[in-house]
């Protein structure tokens, strides 16, 4: 599985970006797509997902209300749209496929990555 996340930039607090990621080398809709972003100097943390199955989502608190994860299983593609984007934003985002569904009470996994995309938000 190949992942290649794009989209990542700079953006003023309270404006929007749009994250993209595309996946190839497997079936596509065999696999739960997931976000995660890493913080300089702070650990790993899920952000959000979306499920093979029936594209429910999860998402973390600190996200939830401003970004909104969608997949496109015709292009092989799992989209992050953040808005209101807050200085708490600023990370490396990286995608990632789980092989399982999302189930209540466990955590996602990422079974294959991408490199990561920067996000920059400016106070």
């Known amino acids: 599985v190949q992942l290649q996340a794009s989209g990542g930039g700079m953006a003023e607090a309270g404006k929007s970006l749009r994250l993209t990621c595309t996946f190839s080398?497997?079936?596509?809709?065999?696999?739960?797509m997931v976000w995660f972003r890493q913080a300089p100097g702070k650990d790993r943390e899920f952000v959000a997902a979306?499920?093979?199955?029936?594209?429910?989502?999860r998402y973390a608190d600190s996200v939830k209300g401003r970004f909104t994860i969608s997949r496109d299983n015709d292009k092989d593609t799992v989209y992050l749209q953040m808005d209101n984007l807050n200085s708490d934003d600023t990370a490396v985002y990286f995608c990632?496929?789980?092989?399982?569904?999302?189930?209540?009470?466990?955590?996602?996994?990422?079974?294959?990555w991408g490199r990561g995309t920067l996000v920059t938000v400016s106070s």
């Open positions: 990632a496929a789980d092989s399982r569904r999302l189930a209540p009470g466990r955590s996602v996994r990422g079974d294959h």
């Open positions: 979306i499920n093979w199955s029936d594209d429910s989502t």
């Open positions: 080398g497997r079936t596509f809709g065999s696999y739960s």
